[in-house]
């Protein structure tokens, strides 16, 4: 019988919610009882909200435990590791029985985190027990020319998981057909997209798969040299990735004459950004790799023509590349028989926001936004109403409730005004603001800016000051037409991506939520109850106790009252902070 | 000052210029800021004009030009973070410590900055300090978290 496993997930959220402690305290328990079974760190499992997790794999099955913390471990490995008897309360999935969580794994297919949360990131040995390696391997060994692997990529149909959605396949050619000694690989590993975490889970989970996708692209285009540009704010992705190039150089899959295949020479390394959102664009990136400042500049030249040092180069994301080894290994076909005709394969979505199952979620293209909010997702939180999903970031828009049974592709959601981007899903609920939002994204595209286009370095400025204005109470007539008109020229007058999407989330919302702006400029309310200029709290005299709580919490001594008699809030002195609503024992306080 | 610096630079062939942003991330990382000093150090090693050295500079976010508190908070701002309330997050975190996004406070003790993402969406919002995460902090969790870091002084 195979000793019993115990895997902790440990990637960034795992660690932030105390599962690095959970680690130790099972390691000193075997150490303290001499107990026979292995312990092994994993990556993300991808029920973030559960974290931290941890899984035991016995000889009846494997079962995962969700919020655990150092006393649930102690339980765990008391009861089941010990005794075999699951502790069932804590158990979150198992393939034997059900649970109230099942379906969030259920619906899921998983290839480009096919490994996440299975086998430790940092040892190259468990990649390879899960057909790691084998896919490049296989096309050096059988000779496989470089155009039936680019001919492998473009039958897969995949695109572009960056959010571009650019058939990879056909890039490939590009870099292919231009002729020249030296080519670069480059992996976007910028994840700078407020609201998605897909690509750290990836580096952090499955670094090696990252890197022989990089290979092979290398392989095929006839690359020498390859770049992996990580954001500087993931530093364990960064060290993880770093292990991982260490361990495959060892082993002889990078460096010079690969896999015995003389004259097969490709090297990698990462390259940390600086915190530049601009530079997830492809020609700020290389600007920013050549050590400039992070700026776009026009295309053509395309970089599969001159990129990188002005040579060939070709760029892709860390989602698309973790794809690769199981296109090649497994055939294409493995590949497009999910999806939709033009969007073939699966794809990552960070969810996140009011649901209540936040985490990461792999699913085929041609699902329902609804079915990944409501089946997988377990819907909003506290059981509010869902009112809108955000998607595509700062590029994107909020696709509203009622297109909720728009089919996840990348036609299908650009018809919508949002974009399928890299993969954030941020879910609201009646409770946010809409023109708050679009003023959010507005803020970030306008700091972002690199200040190289007029219109998006200036454009974007007064886009935010006209939202602050009615979020703020002194919106104007001719306000929204202002906004619209400002919309059309930032994006018809920039050179890259961030500008010419930039007014994006403004459009969709005008286009969904017109209301909200109205009702904030002309009747200076907003109906969610988010904008605090706009909200008024008064004391509900029948319902007040006079029990003095809020008077004793407010910080600005708005309050005053006799005990035991209804209290008044002073208008002119409140500061909307909202302590003396939270405070209320009584829902004595309205909030209009 | 000049031979801290000097024992970053030597890891750098002072030809290739494309090493200017790794430069500066050691420094920072050893100094926890980048003064002009040291601007001016490698400006003179890479034979590049500081201007350019302070232009590359300012350009990326993660680049500070004054010394950090002794415990540097972030507060994230991103989207999950902001749905789920990180404005008030932020404005407690400023009213605890007494300073604004971007500030040290003046016993040198904690300094603030707003990022973008940290890419812990699941369990925002998110405040991070010296590099440890807190999870779905509160308004009270706040005030509990900073006080264990004052206490352990």
Redesign the interface.
């Given at each position: 019988m195979e000793k019993t496993q115990v895997l902790v997930g440990l990637a960034s959220c795992g660690i932030a919610a105390g599962a690095g402690k959970v680690y130790d305290k099972i390691l000193d328990i075997r150490q303290a009882e001499k107990l026979d079974f292995s312990v092994k760190r994993t990556g993300c499992i991808g029920m973030c909200y559960r974290e931290p997790l941890i899984e035991v794999i016995d000889a009846t099955g494997s079962y995962l435990y969700g919020d655990v913390d150092e006393n649930k471990a102690l339980e765990i490995v008391e009861k089941h590791v010990k005794s075999g008897e699951p502790v069932k309360e804590y158990i979150v999935f198992t393939d034997l029985f059900k649970t109230e969580d099942n379906e969030f794994i259920e619906g899921q297919v998983k290839i480009a985190l096919r490994n996440c949360g299975v086998i430790d990131p940092e040892d190259i040995n468990e990649y390879e027990t899960r057909g790691g390696y084998k896919a490049i391997s296989g096309l050096v060994e059988g000779k496989v020319t470089p155009e039936a692997v680019i001919q492998n990529v473009i039958d897969s149909g995949i695109r572009g998981r960056g959010g571009g959605g650019f058939p990879t396949g056909t890039k490939w050619k590009f870099a292919y057909n231009s002729k020249s000694d030296v080519k670069y690989i480059i992996c976007n590993a910028d994840e700078g997209d407020p609201g998605a975490f897909m690509d750290r889970s990836v580096l952090e989970g499955d670094p090696h798969s990252v890197l022989e996708g990089m290979t092979i692209a290398a392989y095929a285009i006839g690359a020498s040299d390859g770049v992996i540009y990580c954001r500087a704010e993931y530093p364990l992705a960064i060290k993880r990735l770093n292990i991982a190039i260490e361990q495959s150089k060892k082993k002889g899959y990078l460096g010079k004459n690969i896999f015995g295949k003389e004259g097969f020479n490709f090297d990698i390394y990462v390259k940390e950004g600086a915190g530049a959102f601009v530079c997830g664009e492809e020609t700020a990136l290389m600007a920013s790799v050549e050590g400039k400042r992070g700026m776009p500049r026009k295309r053509p030249p395309f970089p599969a023509v001159s990129g990188l040092w002005k040579q060939p180069t070709n760029i892709n994301n860390v989602e698309t590349f973790a794809n690769i080894p199981s296109i090649i290994l497994n055939g294409p076909q493995s590949f497009n028989c999910y999806g939709t005709e033009k969007s073939k394969g699966t794809k990552v979505f960070a969810l996140t926001g009011k649901i209540k199952r936040g985490g990461l979620v792999e699913v085929p293209m041609g699902i329902t936004i609804r079915e990944v909010i409501f089946k997988l997702g377990g819907g909003i939180q506290n059981n509010k109403k869902f009112k809108a999903v955000q998607m595509g970031g700062p590029s994107g828009g909020c696709i509203p409730e009622f297109l909720a049974d728009t089919i996840i592709d990348y036609d299908s959601v650009n018809a919508t005004g949002a974009i399928m981007g890299s993969g954030g899903m941020v879910v609201m609920d009646e409770t946010t603001c809409m023109v708050d939002m679009a003023r959010f994204f507005l803020d970030f595209t306008q700091k972002e800016s690199c200040g190289k286009c007029t219109f998006c370095r200036i454009g974007t400025k007064r886009m935010l000051e006209i939202l602050t204005r009615i979020c703020e109470g002194e919106g104007k007539e001719g306000d929204i037409e202002m906004l619209e008109e400002l919309a059309v020229h930032i994006k018809n007058t920039s050179l890259c991506g961030l500008g010419q999407t930039a007014p994006n989330p403004v459009i969709t919302s005008l286009k969904y939520f017109r209301n909200e702006f109205e009702a904030h400029i002309n009747n200076k309310k907003c109906p969610a109850g988010t904008c605090k200029k706009l909200l008024t709290y008064t004391v509900i005299a029948d319902k007040c106790t006079g029990c003095t709580v809020c008077a004793k919490n407010c910080s600005v001594n708005a309050i005053s009252g006799e005990r035991k008699q209804p209290h008044f809030i002073n208008q002119d002195a409140c500061i909307k902070c909202g302590v003396c609503y939270n405070k209320c024992k009584f829902e004595a306080i309205s909030l209009t | 000052m000049e031979t801290k610096i000097q024992g970053i630079l030597d890891r750098y062939p002072a030809e290739k210029?494309?090493?200017?942003?790794?430069i500066?991330?050691d420094i920072q990382d050893h100094d926890g800021f980048l003064s002009q000093e040291s601007v001016i150090e490698v400006s003179k090693y890479l034979k590049m004009p500081s201007s350019r050295i302070f232009?590359?500079a300012t350009?990326?976010?993660?680049?500070r030009f004054t010394p950090l508190g002794k415990y540097h908070i972030q507060v994230c701002?991103?989207?999950?973070c902001?749905?789920?309330g990180s404005v008030t997050v932020l404005d407690e975190v400023e009213k605890n410590i007494g300073v604004k996004a971007g500030q040290t406070s003046r016993d040198g003790m904690f300094s603030l900055e707003v990022?973008?993402?940290?890419?812990?969406?699941?369990?925002?919002p998110?405040i991070a300090i010296n590099?440890n995460?807190?999870?779905k902090v509160t308004c009270e969790s706040i005030k509990e978290i900073l006080d264990n870091y004052r206490n352990q002084e």
């Open positions: - | 210029t494309e090493n200017l942003i790794p500066l991330q232009g590359v350009f990326y976010n993660q680049f701002r991103g989207t999950a902001h749905v789920l990022v973008a993402c940290i890419g812990a969406c699941g369990l925002a998110v590099g995460f807190h999870a």
